[in-house]
């Protein structure tokens, strides 16, 4: 036993013969100390050696991540989304296939030449196509990329279907090829309608009698440029699209995890056909449940990537854009529902197989009531409330009145039958009006229940479909409300998540796609539930606001300010297609000269075309027998013209694009990255033919987006895998090997009670230091548990007098201020900004006494927390060590049995290892986010001011002569009196306290399966005396899984050898 890794030294293999054995060393996934690969005997395998190395504990929890190159996708010559210098598009691969600028978009009426063989030189008949083909795999037919380079594609993936599906935005079977230049106005309408039904004889007689002036003259115009044709019609196909540089995406390794999963479905189906698997009280059925588990295996992870934004900015629209699915997320048009639920895109899985499944949450009883009380207040407040300053708070008077608008929608929604529910009715200003009113909304809502689908106890609702028309049906019955005529209460303002699951390539990956509502437009019961998804549930926030506006867009800054730590901001300009002319663009101070120039120089060869064009009509229409080649002149200069519409505004587009970047970049100065984007060219473009499509989806942005979307769950998928191929696919073949080798050698009866006695007292140990009542996982919460409570609640109560007292003082400053003033700080929950004055947060400055305090406390918990991380995975390997080291007292009585057993310890140890690794990841990023919510008094999260929020309400809900003194008041009552501190201790200690406990129980149970799994290795290892092994109750089981073994071993030996390459660097 290694005492510095607390690794087994292993011997190098013998063969049967007992000499070393010669053959090279698999794939160690080992820590370095062991190196030699372990040997299964010759009579377990008789056909090829089973051998793999121990895992490493090291490489269990770390892992080194290389953005290497990756597979055949295809590699445009465009622009990559415009971002901030040195960001992640620079370093990953393009997406689209290249273009070339004047030569990349051939109209169909070419097409219609491309088989006459007009020209009169032979050379030309063979021209190439304008753009290079692109075969199944997604490279070039013309050339390989470089060998270098191993981009991979969705299709690609391990998990992709063979076959490309039917397009999900489509409601047919069949796909439709259209033009998207627009209805054809000019000249060459005529022109292409005449050709079509030519006579290739009467071409060969007018050239054969000559026109020759004709001919000069058409030359003249337009030279000796030929045609060329491509018959590629195919629509633009996403799976087509290259991935991040990310190693997970490495073809190599999607290649071998695909084999991995091929030969495990394999070696399930060959099990499947025994009697034995499938008798519950035999080894073998939970090897082979085992078995079918990891052949199933997915990307396990999941990481969400949110797009918020206000209503009408294109959020929707760029959403169904992402995911390649028209009209799933509902548009601004489509109504008020659509901007107030937070609705999730996710991939189908194994509990998900329909096509498409569209589940809701339901609010509570308690949510629903706070959700009624926000309404109510948000409406009276336009209604009753005479006192917004407009000079002193500009625009506030709009909002108030669109929140009052929005929750009279709503309310209206809910209640369509009730005759009381009246605007006047709402409005009263009568003694206890708004208890008594908000007394009546309760029990009309409860009543409503009955109407909620799936009964009124029910929380959630699933529905499914077989086509995305049914789909967007049940998302109707979800986000719409009914019409009036029909008297049936609205369900969304009661839903709290949709998810919806279908079958997207980019979703494949463990992607998931959020629409969130825009802030700005929801009550308060909606914004801190919004914002506690944004802080709490996603990985990456990407604010969505319109090109022309988003320099000046406050929603940006907002966003910004609700982000935690570890969030970065991304922002997602859209309608960049929008706006966009010449004489704007030349009028622009902001544009570099030479943009201008260039725009105006298109301008100008667009004229000279169309005139050449209007000389070639004329021409032809006197022409006589030369009209035929004369119109194909004038159709290749339609073409021409086509090309230079086409650059000038991709040359506008642009432009503007990085006008805006850059002005963004400039604005924030941090790390952000800026997408400007266009979801109207992608969806007019998206079904073109080939040569149409890929030139207007590059310029939408969407795939470059799309690209960057993919980078994000890229890390933690590769962790995933590692951990799948290193740890838990070795750990099931030494299980099954184990399996196979029991009863291989006889024991006399001395021997096997020895051995029973070693394998039983490892059985316990491992049972009571990691499974029971009494484990090390008890040990350690409870540790944590106290070290929580003498950092942070203790020190709260210990402090909290001297707390409250700059509490108080801060209040009396408060009340200095004018009394519109201080109002609109009521109004705002304590976020405000006077004319000419800074932002102002009043909730952080109750804290002004308590924040460093807090900060040394928070501070001090995540350091403890990281040693307690150390203390465990130090207690782990020594347990695993102590382990080991008693059955190697011992091998020699049974030498293939134990060894193998000895192996399967490491791979179990690896797993145990990675089980700690991320209960303290996940411990460690939600402590993070308490700890945010405890000093930042800024958003809805906040615990000071959810705290304050009673005292905000109570201010809000005065009006009349002396107002503003019962205001003050009352904020000064509430905070003398109401023991803020003593909540804010018990309001952190549960949060905490549920978190740990979610954390630790989901720990407890993956260690009691592992526990379970080892225990089963160690009862196979030795049968009793009169125990027939189930190998010889069904022998020909037994040959099949050695044969299986021995296919999968291999297959698994080269996936973590391209594992191994990736982590280090290298490449597979």
Known sequence: MDPTTGSRRTSPPLHPDGAPSTSPPSFTFGSPAITQPFSLPASSLPTTPFRFSAPSTAAASTFTFSFTPSSTASVPSGPPPTESPGTFSESTPPVLTPSSSRESTVSSTRALFSNLDLSTNPSQRSASPLLPRIDQSGSHASGALPSSLHVSTYRDLYNATPTPQPDPRSESSSPTVRDTRGPDTSRLGSVTSDLSGLVIQSIETARGQGREADNESVNSLIGNDHLEGDDDTSTYNIREEALPRAPIYDVGLQNA?????????????????????????????????????????????????????????????LINSLLDCDGLART?????????????????????????????????????????????????????????????????????????????????????????????????????AQERILGRLKEWALAGLDHRPGGPNALNLTLTADNIHDCKGNLDVLTVTPGRDGGTPAIWPFVKLIRVYLDSPILRTGLVV???????????????????????????????????????????????????????????????????????????????????????????????????????????????????????????????LYRLEFELEQHLI????????????????????VYCVSSKLYSDHRRDSREQTREYIQLSGIPGLRQYCQSVPAEAQLRATSGFLTNRVPGLLLSLNQWVLAGANPLTVERAATLRRVLDEAQRTLQARLASRNSCVQDLERSLNRQFTNLIIRGIRTSQERWITGAIRAGQDWATLYHSTYFAFC??????????QVLRYWNEEILQDANDDLVASWSALKTSLYEQHNAAETL???????????????????????????????????????AVQRAFDDLLLHTERITQDVLDGRNSTSYIREIMRPAYNACQADSGTDSDARRKRIMDHHIRTSQIFVQFANNIKAAYLDIMGTVFSDLRLRLREEVQNIAQNLGAAI???????????????????????????????????ILQGLQNGGES
């Open 332 to 432: 601004s048009a489509s109504g008020v529902a659509c901007t107030s639920v937070v609705t999730e895109f996710r991939h189908i899985d194994e509990m998900h197989r329909n096509p498409f499944t569209v589940e809701a949450d339901f609010m509570n009883m308690t949510e629903m009531n706070d959700l009624l009380e926000e309404l109510l207040r948000a409406y009276r407040m336009h209604h009753t409330i005479h006192e917004v300053n407009d000079r002193e708070d500009p625009g506030e008077r709009d909002r108030i009145r669109s929140l009052s608008a929005r929750s009279w929608e709503t309310l209206k929604s809910l209640f369509p039958d009730e005759a009381d529910m009246t605007e006047q009715f709402l409005s009263s200003e009568a003694p206890g």
């Open 257 to 317: 995890l695909r084999e991995v999963r091929t030969h495990l479905t394999d070696l399930k189906s060959s099990m499947a056909r025994f009697h034995l698997v499938h008798d519950e009280s035999t080894r073998v059925h939970e090897l082979y449940k085992q078995v079918e588990s990891m052949s199933r295996f997915e990307y396990p992870e999941t990481r969400i990537v949110g797009f918020i934004g206000d209503s009408g900015v294109g959020k929707s629209s």
């Open 876 to 914: 782990v390997v020594g347990l695993f060590a102590q382990v080991c080291e008693t059955l190697e007292d011992h091998v020699h009585l049974a030498p293939e049995q134990l060894a193998n057993l000895l192996e399967s310890m490491e791979a179990q140890k690896g797993i145990v290892l990675d």
């Open 1023 to 1057: 049968m009793d005396e009169d125990e027939i092994p189930e190998t010889e109750q069904a022998p020909e089981l037994a040959t099949r899984v050695r044969a299986g073994l021995s296919g999968l071993e291999v297959r698994l030996n080269e996936a973590q050898s």
């Open 654 to 673: 642009e432009a503007r694009n990085t006008s805006v970047t850059t002005a963004l970049l400039d604005q924030y100065q941090q790390d952000v990255k």
């Open 827 to 836: 109004r705002k929950y304590g976020t405000h900004q006077p004319k000419d």
């Open 514 to 640: 959020a629409d969130l509502p825009g802030l700005r437009d929801l009550n308060y019961a909606r914004e801190r539930a919004t914002t506690e998804y944004l802080r709490c549930t996603c990985e990456e926030i990407f604010v969505v606001s319109e090109i022309s506006r988003c320099t000046s867009d406050p929603s940006i800054r907002d966003t910004k300010d609700k982000l935690v730590r570890r969030q970065h901001l991304r922002i997602v300009c859209t309608k960049s297609e929008s706006e966009v002319n010449v004489e704007e663009f030349t009028r622009d101070p902001d544009m570099p000269r030479e943009a201008k120039a260039k725009a105006r120089e298109l301008q100008d060869r667009i004229k000279s075309t169309k005139a050449s064009i209007d000389r070639l009509s004329s021409l032809r229409r006197s022409s006589g027998r030369q009209g035929p080649h004369i119109a194909i002149r004038e159709v290749e200069m339609g073409d021409e």
